[in-house]
Nanobody, 127 residues
Framework: EVQLMESGGGSVQAGGSLRLSCTAS????????MGWFRQGADSKCELVAF??????SLIHSIVGRFTASRGDAKNTVYLQMNNLKPEDSSVYVC??????????????????????WGQGTQVTVSS
């Protein structure tokens, strides 16, 4: 069974940092690109960062304070979030798609319909 389990969310004050984790099971992790999404203020899906199966990462231009990375624990992708702002408050969801199955612009536009999705973890930033 394919599973993506996010953790590390919580409440933090503006200017603080959080590190989210997404642990994958049920598929070959190294053969997949991994992305982090959130719901923006207008309820629109936003890509915040993703990292390809070969380790190359894309920092979304809207949220340059966030970085996705793979490593440390097995089958885990991280989202390091620095200098958090109240407008970063959202549910953060990780997703997986086969390596290079989607182009960069498709990830940026949340156009990854065949990706596997987690349930999400809530991040709340207070001013």
């Amino acid at each position: 069974e394919v599973q993506l389990m996010e953790s590390g969310g919580g409440s933090v004050q503006a200017g603080g940092s959080l590190r989210l984790s997404c642990t994958a099971s049920g598929f070959t992790f190294d053969d997949h690109d991994m992305g982090w999404f959130r719901q923006g203020a207008d309820s629109k899906c936003e890509l915040v960062a993703f990292v390809r199966g070969d380790g190359q990462s894309l920092i979304h231009s809207i949220v340059g304070r966030f970085t996705a990375s793979r490593g440390d624990a097995k089958n885990t992708v991280y989202l390091q979030m620095n200098n958090l702002k109240p407008e970063d408050s959202s549910v953060y969801v990780c997703a997986a798609a086969p390596f290079q199955y989607y182009a960069d612009f498709e990830w940026r536009n949340c156009a990854v319909p065949e990706a596997k999705w987690g349930q999400g973890t809530q991040v709340t930033v207070s001013s």
